[in-house]
């Protein structure tokens, strides 16, 4: 007989979660007394378990077969074919017995004291005992030498177990060039292996982990426990959260966990016109550094913001944005919406040419209708290679392919900026003249 090896001999368990839709099992369970025939079955795993990535340790496995052949109605029944089973019949109470024909659309008995054909007969169908072949829970069933060992380390990959990060940051109610903000950032794990893992080390890897093939996520809701929040650390070119404790997170359930906090962080709103704007688009900026109040790695994930609103202290939602896999020391920039107080008309005022270059001059006029002045800076694009900034009305700067220039507002009026490029479309790709 096999010897059985159930979850419930578990002395350590650990999870590690990825972004990308599976988790890394690692166990440590206490082995039985070893069987005459060799054969143990290692129950309680994962029904997502990806088998050709089992690592067990401690033991000298010579065979494995994973069986997944789990009892269910259809399966009981298609085992009974042609064999004899009870059914008591709804109404009288009254016991009979049928040989079960098929169970395809519906049951097709036939009645062994007057050899009738029945057709879905009413009634609670009896077996005598659970047909060999099916088992209760998935199982990996060893043939393997004597352990030197008391113990086995099983590690196996799993589908079906996903993290992911939703940040929510605070922001006062007025916003300006320098505003401070808090930032809460929350962990939920999502659990659909088809396994529950009890009293577990939990680790999210922030990070794209290169695999072969896709796998497959998700879903489902529950309540979330109180932890301290994990620090991360630095594990080969990714970054690793441990949850401070251990955790039980059952099948088909979804569990928060807060991940990171910060409450005195620095950041600034930024609103920014180009030449097909009609309402500058509004930015927040932070830098993820100690002196701005952060200062960690932050994770992939949906960023939602609230402002408080001076009427009567609460917070009203003003946009969300996604965020990368950000290191520590860069510069995070969100944008929420478009300026509704603010407007902008832009175009080409002139353009003309002398000797090898050509000069294009561009005008913005922005108004605002806000109560307090407001800067915007215009980021103008510009496609060609070879330019630069011949007049401005006010300080511009090349940056990358944009001219930006700031432009200050003052309340509930307008302002109207003008400047001209420079450009060389003489110079081709290989810096050669024509």
Partial sequence: MPADISGKSAVSRALTVYNDGFALVKETR???????????????????IETESILAEGLAIREMNYEYDLVDKNKLLEKYIGKELTIIATESGKRS??????????????????????????????LPELPGGLILTPALVWHAKPPASEVVRVSYLTKGMSWETDYVISLPAESGAEEGFSLTGWMTLRNESGMTYEDAVLRVLAGEVHRAEESEPYLVYSAIPEHSMPEPESFADYHLYTIPGTITIKDRQQKQVRLIGAEKAKGRTIYEAGPYDRN???????????????????????????????ADGTAEFVGEDRIGHTAKGERVRLRLRSAFDITVDSGRTSSGKEGRYDFESYMYNIRNAKDVPVTVIVRHPVHDRHWDIAESDLPAERKFSDVLLPVTVPANSGKTVHFTLRIDRSITIAGEEE
């Fill in 280 to 310: 500058p688009a509004i930015f927040f900026e932070f830098d993820n550094t100690g002196k701005a109040g952060l200062g960690f790695p932050l994770p992939q994930g949906t960023v939602k913001f609230y402002r408080n609103n001076p």
């Fill in 30 to 48: 206490k082995l039985p007394e070893f069987p005459a025939d060799g054969v143990l079955r290692y129950l309680d795993v994962a029904q997502r």
């Fill in 97 to 126: 017995r049928y040989r079960l024909l098929s169970v395809a659309n519906g049951l097709v008995v036939e009645d062994l004291e007057t050899g009738e054909i029945v057709l879905d007969p009413k009634g609670q169908v009896r």
